[in-house]
């Protein structure tokens, strides 16, 4: 019994029983981990001993280096505190952290318990091949690998060079925050804000408050959110304006490619040229600035404000704004569904040119314009616009101009090769008709407004004069051939002169024109 007890006993102790390798190894592991966080003494010409608030520490002179693991600093003097595990640096103070990081500073204060230095006085932090940050105030947290700094510091790559009062910079991702009075340098644009962050790796700026970049060319833009890769010169931001001397505009989202010269805006999209005054609204719009073309599509119109305090309204299914250094080439194109609209004039076309610099709206395809009571249509339309006023109208080709007679619901015709139309206080003063003209309107007595029969006018040309936007007298040139129809003769064949054709169904309303 005795000996069977003895034996399980055994059995039982042995399942406890612990290598002597593993308890040696238990005790020493905690030893090395502090051996780790000591700061070890490696050099110095001159050593001293001394006593500060009942404290002992070793003053150090000359030459001095000490480690941490991978961390060496170098100084010109020190006073070492063996028992706190700290060090107080002073002159000439460089710090590596393996062949990555390299910091200079005239003066340190290290835990080496903490693993974190104060660094003052000329400090310069550089992470090889990626950035280098200078400053006078830098707290260096080595275990979170994060440099902060305060009193204003400068951050400068091969890219750009990043100012503000404070921030810091993360070693292991290389992303920088910048906090109050940030700039940013670069050769071809600056930057300014409250806060940013960029990423010294991927050269990326990162927008977080509303920052102005301001380009080379003193082109302005403000941009609320969004990055901006700073060697691919690609972005991708959202909510902003921009603003150069002759153009302004804003949008929900910015995808700028400033290697190709190519940047698209996204949503609420609103263009303005100043020297125009002429605002594009659109959906979406692209600009080529290599070839000085930009497109406003997705819901586009224009507005042009007159020097009568009228506005003139332009929508079409694609709006194209062609800038150029010569004044002749500058032009804004208008495609598909074109419509415009203005108090005192509508018009429908297929496409339309607006040439800057003689001020000319140029309309093409079945073009159809009305003035209160008054349609024109020709195989192609311009107008003449004088200090941002309609002042000429020519139709060439087929040239139309029918007059509603509201009183007996019929329609005055003139038509000819070409016509000029003249606009006195925004309404038809008088229109030249030249080659093949014809005239057909209705005779009324002034007193009953009763129809008294129909003239019809063939001659090489006619000048109609107009009151108050309606036919009041005419003029025939160069052998006139005139007849009279009266009312009873009249049958609605002869009421209609070929090619007579009345759209007032197509004429557009503003709500068609202003796009919501």
């Known amino acids: 019994m005795v000996m069977r007890f003895y034996s399980q006993t055994q059995n039982r102790l042995s399942l406890y029983r ?40 070793e003053r150090l002179l000359g030459n001095v280096v000490f480690t941490q693991n991978k961390t060496t600093i170098y100084c010109d003097s020190a006073h070492f505190f063996k028992e706190k595990n700290s060090i107080t640096a002073f002159g000439r103070i460089r710090i590596t952290e393996g062949d990555s990081v390299t910091v200079t500073a005239a003066n340190l204060e290290y835990d080496g318990n903490l693993r974190k ?65 940030v700039v940013v340098i670069n050769p071809d644009y600056s930057m300014y804000a409250d806060s940013l962050q960029y990423n010294s790796g991927s050269k990326i700026i990162y927008f977080v408050t509303p920052t102005t970049v301001i380009d080379k060319d003193s082109s302005r833009f403000v941009y609320e959110e969004g990055q901006y890769n700073t060697q691919e010169k690609k972005s991708n931001l959202q909510k902003g304006a921009g603003e150069s001397a002759s153009y302004k505009i804003s949008g929900n989202q910015y995808s700028l490619d400033d290697q190709k010269k190519i940047y698209r805006v996204r949503g609420n999209v609103v263009m303005t040229s100043k020297e125009q ?31 009568e305090g009228d506005t003139l309204f332009l929508s079409a299914d694609t709006l194209v704004s062609i800038d150029s250094t010569d004044p002749k080439k500058k032009r804004v194109l208008a495609y598909n569904n074109v419509k415009i609209y203005k108090k005192d004039l509508q018009g429908i076309a297929d496409s339309l040119e607006y040439r800057l610099a003689d001020s000319l709206l ?52 003139i038509k000819g090769r070409t016509m000029v139309a003249e606009l006195k206080n925004r309404k038809i003063d008088r229109v030249q008709v030249n080659g093949n003209a014809e005239n057909l309107y209705f005779a009324l007595d002034e007193k009953t407004k009763a129809m008294m029969g129909m003239n019809k006018i063939i001659c090489s040309s006619i000048l109609i004069r107009f009151k108050d936007g309606k036919l009041d007298t005419f003029h025939s040139y160069v052998k006139p051939e005139a007849f009279f129809i009266p009312p009873h003769e009249l049958n609605e064949r002869d009421k209609k002169l070929k090619g007579f054709t009345w759209q007032a169904d197509k004429r557009p309303k503003r709500e068609n024109v202003v796009k919501k």
């Open 362 to 413: 140029v309309f093409y395809k079945k073009p159809v314009l009305w003035t209160n009571d008054n349609q024109m249509s020709a195989d192609s339309v311009s107008m003449q616009i004088e200090n941002n006023t309609i002042k000429r109208i020519f139709l060439k080709t087929n040239a139309f101009v029918v007059s509603e007679d509201t009183v007996i619901n019929d329609y005055n015709q």
């Open 117 to 181: 230095a104060k660094l003052r006085k000329n400090v310069v932090f550089t992470k090889l091949a990626t950035a280098t940050l200078y400053t006078d105030f830098l707290d260096y947290d080595r275990p979170s690998n994060i440099a902060y700094y305060f009193n204003n510091g400068k951050l400068v790559d091969s890219v750009n060079t990043l100012t503000s009062f404070k921030g810091y910079y993360n070693l292991n991702t290389n992303l920088s925050a910048f906090k109050k009075e």
């Open 277 to 307: 005054n002429l605002i594009i609204y659109g959906q979406a719009s692209d600009a080529y600035r290599l070839q000085n073309i930009a497109k406003v599509y997705n819901n586009a119109y224009l507005a042009k404000i007159t020097e």
């Open 18 to 57: 612990v290598p002597v390798a593993l308890v040696v190894l238990l005790l020493v592991l905690p030893l090395a981990t502090i051996a780790q966080k000591r700061v070890k003494l490696e050099h110095a010409d001159k050593l001293k001993r001394g006593v500060r608030d009942t404290e002992k520490y």
